[in-house]
């Protein structure tokens, strides 16, 4: 198979769009009249995936550089074995990453240098990320905060404290964003507020209740992570961009359970990449991916994928 446009429409129907490879090959048939092997499908992925290598790199790179980056973790398989698929999402690229399991060690590795400010949940692979330059998911807090709410006696009190706290500070910074509180002002209610926050933490670690004590002293270790979005311009109190990027993963996870081989889970990592970085800068994917395609057959790089800032 050399046809750049119909390789690159393939990777573009099994990768980026989940669909199956019988389903694919159903679907080349009725559609486009095309006949082709389940065999040569696969070929086909591997072309992709080879042709995208650099520009999924030039991503990765891209990421690791930025000043402010979103990162969340989900599972995955390969051929059956338990795997870690990992974001790192900025406003202009995205890109993934497959590792053997959810460690530091393999989430360290992910990063040529540790840079900029990280936002994230309150995972313990994420130690090695100094704390002052974090931003824990304020949208996990609330959710944590709401389960003290559905208990009984002072942990529902606690827990309804620190929703009311949260909410308000939600509120104010939702008004930031639309213009209808500036930042200054919004600093200085977090002054006040802040402190309220923590207080109420602390009274949750002398509560001594199994799985909220504890939980409240976890979220006071990351004190300095809580705050980040109040002073640093460009940072959101919440991981939702990057859980948001996962998601097309996860549907292909439940649909296909993963990938296979290790090389699979290559063309997978390196399709998403390339895809969800090419529609935030609002590029034409299939134009991309079939310029790829065309340049690996030439034996040439593929065009820049980080061509522009925004």
């Avoid at 095309?34 to 999924?56: C, F, K, N, Q, W």
């Avoid at 360290?108 to 990320?129: C, H, P, T």
């Avoid at 008004?175 to 209610?189: A, C, K, L």
Wanted: aromatic share 8%.
């Amino acid at each position: 198979m050399c046809e750049p446009g119909l390789v690159a429409l393939i990777g573009l129907l099994t990768g980026d769009y989940n669909m199956s490879r019988r389903r694919a090959v159903g679907l080349l048939g009725d559609v486009l009249g095309i006949d082709i092997s389940l065999g040569a499908l696969s070929e086909a992925e591997e072309t992709v995936s080879e042709a995208l290598a650099a520009p999924a790199e030039e991503a990765r790179e891209y990421v690791a550089e930025q000043p402010v980056k979103n990162s969340d973790a989900t599972g995955w398989r390969q051929g059956g074995e338990a795997r870690t698929l990992w974001t790192i999402a900025t406003v202009y690229a995205t890109a993934f990453f497959i590792t053997k399991d959810g460690s530091t060690a393999g989430l360290r590795g992910l990063f040529a240098k540790i840079k900029g400010i990280l936002i994230s949940d309150r995972g313990r692979q994420f130690g090695f990320w100094a704390m002052k330059m974090r931003q824990i998911c304020w949208a996990h807090l609330i959710r944590r905060f709401a389960g003290f709410a559905e208990r009984t006696g002072p942990v529902a009190q606690l827990g309804e404290n620190l929703l009311l706290c949260a909410q308000s500070m939600i509120h104010c910074w939702h008004r930031v964003r639309d213009g209808t509180m500036s930042r200054s002002e919004f600093q200085q209610v977090m002054a006040r507020l802040a402190p309220v926050i923590d207080r109420h933490l602390e009274d949750g670690v002398r509560l001594g209740v199994r799985g909220v004590s504890g939980s409240c002293a976890d979220i006071l270790q990351h004190r300095l992570a809580m705050w980040t979005f109040v002073r640093v311009p460009g940072v959101e109190p919440t991981n939702n961009h990057g859980e948001r990027e996962l998601r097309a993963f996860v549907l292909w996870r439940k649909m296909c359970f993963g990938s296979q081989s290790e090389r699979g889970c290559r063309f997978a990592a390196r399709i998403m990449t390339v895809t969800h970085t090419l529609r935030k800068q609002k590029r034409h994917v299939l134009s991309y991916l079939t310029q790829a395609c065309q340049a690996a057959l030439r034996g040439e790089r593929a065009p820049a994928l980080i061509n522009a800032t925004p």
